[in-house]
């Protein structure tokens, strides 16, 4: 039973920052990618980021661009996305997702096979 819960969402005034984090649970495969996606309200989900084990990344939302970096903890088995310079557009809900095993990076939703509860970001004055 893999599981992936995301966490550290919140409300902050635009130009502040937030780092996101993804822990898995019960994988076992040393092999996979993980994305961040999201979703505003009446929006379609929006790829943003996406790691993989081997330390390759790749930025998908050219909104985020230089605002948004990916990073991974392997002993903790948790990913992390940290948000720079938080712009109102940016609120919705992230979500991380997996593909397990596996390792590349794709934009595409189903690709991925694991996907976390998402965690809300909301970024208001």
């Known amino acids: 039973q893999l599981q992936l819960v995301e966490s550290g969402g919140g409300m902050v005034q635009p130009g502040g920052s937030l780092r996101l984090s993804c822990a898995a649970s019960?994988?076992?495969?040393?092999?996979?990618?993980i994305g961040w996606f999201r979703q505003a309200p009446g929006k379609e989900l929006e790829a943003v980021s996406c790691?993989?084990?081997?330390?390759?990344?790749?930025d998908y939302a050219v909104s985020v661009k230089g605002r948004f970096t990916m990073s991974r903890d392997s002993a903790k088995n948790t990913v992390y996305l940290q948000m720079n310079n938080l712009k109102p557009e940016d609120s919705g809900i992230y979500y991380c997702?997996?593909?397990?095993?596996?390792?590349?990076?794709?934009?595409?939703?189903?690709?991925?096979?694991?996907w976390g509860q998402g965690t809300q970001v909301t970024v208001s004055s």
């Open positions: 997702a997996l593909d397990y095993p596996g390792f590349q990076c794709r934009a595409e939703p189903s690709t991925y096979n694991f």
């Open positions: 019960g994988s076992t495969s040393p092999y996979y990618a």
């Open positions: 790691i993989n084990n081997l330390g390759h990344s790749a």
